[in-house]
Nanobody
Framework: QVQLVESGGGSVQPGGSLTLSCAIS????????LGWFRQSPGREREGVAA????????YYAASVKGRFGISQDNHKNTLDLSMITLKPEDTGVYYC??????????????????WGQGTQVTVSS
């Protein structure tokens, strides 16, 4: 059974940076995906970044491209999300998720069937 546990959230000023980490256990989908999603009050859950296990391709939402980086550390069994130049609109609860298959829409939450509990990110001056 896949288990995902996020950490690394917190409060930061605009322009700051944070790195989120997701501890992964029980994930064995060789053609699956790992992703980060976020949800703000009054908004739908949004796909932020995804990592395709087969080949290691990465995908990003347009709103974070160039500022966020997703990476998998196989040694530590973690999925990390590095975030720089943070903006107030990046505020939300960030969730780590796993999917058996996510193509051709890797940032669509309906493809993901395992979720972490979420970690809060607040960007405010």
């Amino acid at each position: 059974q896949v288990q995902l546990v996020e950490s690394g959230g917190g409060s930061v000023q605009p322009g700051g940076s944070l790195t989120l980490s997701c501890a992964i256990s029980g994930y064995t989908y060789s053609n699956g995906c790992l992703g980060w999603f976020r949800q703000s009050p009054g908004r739908e859950r949004e796909g932020v970044a995804a990592f395709y296990a087969r080949g290691g391709a990465t995908y990003y939402a347009a709103s974070v491209k160039g500022r966020f980086g997703i990476s998998q550390d196989n040694h530590k069994n973690t999925l990390d999300l590095s975030m720089i130049t943070l903006k107030p609109e990046d505020t939300g609860v960030y969730y780590c998720a796993a999917a058996r298959s996510c193509m051709p829409r890797p940032l669509d939450s309906v493809n993901y069937n395992n979720w972490g509990q979420g970690t809060q990110v607040t960007v405010s001056s």
